[in-house]
């Protein structure tokens, strides 16, 4: 019994201790400037900023509470640094190499984790298209002079399914996965108008309940369903 006990005494301290808020750590290699940083949202079809901070030894924190998942963007004008993550509640870790802005990393939390790995495969993807064509370049070209239409073909074949491959990935990440991430994808494809409603119904509505109220879920319903309002009580 007191086994039992002492279990339950833990378990609840455990639950008790959940972060009720955000510290956003953040670290950019080989910079030493002292200018801000910046949290931004969307808001409607201009960017609002909802906090700032100094820099400062190439470091900086944001500190605050999410009241909702959200996507949100860290801004820092000083060396033309915008990338997404996800304002969510808990220790969040941003690293930046200024020798390589293109590629942010961030992590910490579930979904900022999640998005961090959905990032590193399609940089992978990227990066299997790019090497192709570097190897391939040469003889793609050698081909063209010689008229060379099997090679020619075989090149382009090849290619073509790395980019297929690329182009789909985003897609099939919806249907393999009903995450926040997968939701903030399926906003990026239904606001875009780059799939067709009737699919992104399908897919938004085997998305949880949680994830379909929160903010990216209100967006995305009021582009799939434009005429949607909730009935007012008869008085």
């Known amino acids: 019994m007191k086994k039992i006990l002492i279990t339950l005494l833990v378990?609840?301290?455990?639950?008790?201790c959940k972060k009720e808020d955000y510290t956003i750590s953040g670290e950019i290699k080989n910079?030493?400037?002292?200018?801000?940083?910046?949290?931004?949202?969307?808001?409607?079809?201009?960017?609002?900023?909802?906090?700032?901070?100094?820099?400062?030894?190439?470091?900086?924190?944001?500190?605050?509470?999410?009241?909702?998942?959200d996507i949100a963007f860290i801004k820092i004008p000083a060396i033309n640094c915008m990338f997404p993550f996800v304002l969510e509640n808990g220790a969040i870790n941003v690293k930046i190499n200024k020798d390589s802005l293109f590629n942010p990393k961030v992590s910490g939390t579930e979904n900022n984790d999640d998005l961090q790995k959905f990032n590193d495969d399609v940089n992978k993807l990227n990066k299997e298209l790019n090497d192709f064509g570097t190897k391939n370049q040469q003889a793609y070209i050698q081909a063209t002079t010689n008229n060379d239409q099997a090679t020619i073909q075989k090149l382009t074949t090849e290619?073509?399914?790395?980019?297929?491959?690329?182009?789909?990935?985003?897609?099939?990440?919806?249907?393999?996965?009903?995450?926040?991430?997968?939701?903030?994808?399926?906003?990026?494809?239904?606001?875009?108008?780059?799939?067709?409603t009737n699919e992104a119904k399908t897919d938004f509505?085997?998305?949880?309940?949680?994830?379909?109220?929160?903010?990216?879920?209100?967006?995305?319903?009021?582009?799939?369903?434009p005429t949607a309002e909730k009935k007012k009580p008869i008085k």
């Open 11 to 16: 378990a609840t301290f455990i639950v008790s």
């Open 31 to 69: 910079h030493k400037g002292t200018e801000y940083a910046y949290i931004e949202i969307q808001n409607g079809d201009k960017p609002k900023a909802i906090d700032s901070v100094k820099i400062k030894d190439g470091k900086f924190t944001f500190k605050g509470k999410a009241d909702s998942l």
């Open 159 to 196: 290619i073509q399914s790395i980019q297929k491959k690329l182009s789909d990935f985003p897609k099939n990440y919806i249907k393999e996965n009903k995450n926040f991430i997968a939701l903030i994808i399926l906003e990026n494809f239904a606001t875009r108008g780059n799939m067709p």
């Open 205 to 225: 509505n085997k998305f949880s309940e949680e994830l379909r109220n929160s903010k990216s879920g209100v967006r995305i319903n009021k582009v799939i369903n």
